[in-house]
């Protein structure tokens, strides 16, 4: 039978530190709402020096016809986009006639069915084991498939043979002492198996967030913390298939829209797909993970 013990620990870990993003006070008049119109289109052109896509997007019912425009996206978002992409996105007009982007996601057949397909198959295998869906150290990683910080879908089978260091974290938290830390020490482990010589190694970090985790945000992240995304992936995908995750690797989460508070857990998992080692928390160190890695 298996223990709890995790689990009871995990909860507490959770009343005593979640991961909380602040309420803003409420105003006696609230601030107009943003604009926001859901389109689908084709990207035409890419400038990643200004951050701009033309795009030649599907008619927005009521507001505009389908059309040709140029639209400013953030830094992540351009680096991603590829001439002939198909894309889903938030339209967004200002003031000054300008318009951009947000929320951009990749579409297309094969993608969406790769995608689809993980997140059914790794529900179906949450239901089946039922009470025992939380995976023990000894137990074997689950199937899943999510996209990275460039938009490619990631599936698990991915890294068979490799080293894999993973932990949950969202881009909005807020705590220090969370997941920025959780990050940090991601980082710290990647330096020092690079310096002792480990080279199968795969650092992947899960948003908790996939509501406003986009590859696009997630690509900023990552790019503006200096990580080294060579072997260090950053993933999201459906929020069925995040949720999933979370229950088999025993992490608990609030839910509402998106991410309010979690525990955190950093698992290390060998060539073989199977856990061999698990930390709770941020107290864990670098160099007690480096230490039970394999080297080649």
């Known amino acids: 039978m298996k223990s709890n013990t995790p689990l009871l620990c ?18 006696e008049t609230e601030a107009p709402r943003e604009e926001r119109y859901p389109i689908e289109g084709q990207v035409i052109a890419v400038d990643t020096e200004k951050h701009v896509l033309i795009v030649h997007h599907s008619e927005i019912e009521g507001y505009m016809p389908a059309m040709v425009m140029e639209f400013f996206v953030s830094a992540g978002d351009a680096v991603n986009a590829r001439e ?3 894309i889903r996105a938030d339209l967004i007009p200002s003031d000054d006639g ?4 947000e929320n951009i996601w990749p579409i297309d057949q094969v993608t969406a069915s790769t995608i689809k397909a993980g997140a059914d198959a790794l529900r179906q295998d949450t239901l089946i084991r039922g009470r025992a869906a939380y995976r023990e150290v000894g137990e ?3 199937n899943f498939a999510l996209y990275d910080q460039t938009g490619a879908v990631v599936q698990s089978a991915r890294f068979r043979g490799k080293q894999i260091m993973l932990n949950f974290i969202y881009t909005r938290c807020p705590v220090a002492t969370m997941c ?13 198996a690079n310096e002792t010589g480990i080279a ?15 590859p696009g ?14 072997n260090f992936s950053f993933l999201t995908g459906p929020e069925r298939a995040i949720k999933d995750l979370l229950t088999q690797f025993g992490v608990i ?10 525990t955190l857990s950093t698992l290390l998992i060998n060539e073989d797909g199977r856990i061999v080692h698990r930390a709770d928390g941020t107290l864990w160190e670098p160099k007690d993970f480096v230490a039970k890695m394999h080297r080649r």
């Open 84 to 86: 002939g992409q198909r």
């Open 217 to 230: 945000v997630l690509q900023d992240y990552a790019t503006s913390r200096g990580i080294d995304t060579a």
């Open 10 to 27: 995990a909860a507490l870990a959770l009343l005593l530190a979640g991961c909380t993003r602040s309420e803003p006070a409420v105003a």
């Open 180 to 192: 920025p830390a959780a990050t940090m020490k991601m980082m710290e482990t990647q330096r020092l």
């Open 98 to 101: 300008f318009f951009r982007l």
């Open 200 to 214: 199968n190694l795969e650092l992947v970090s899960i948003t908790l967030d996939p509501e406003y985790d986009t």
């Open 140 to 142: 074997n990683l689950p």
């Open 253 to 262: 989460a609030q839910f509402d829209g998106a991410i309010i508070k979690h």
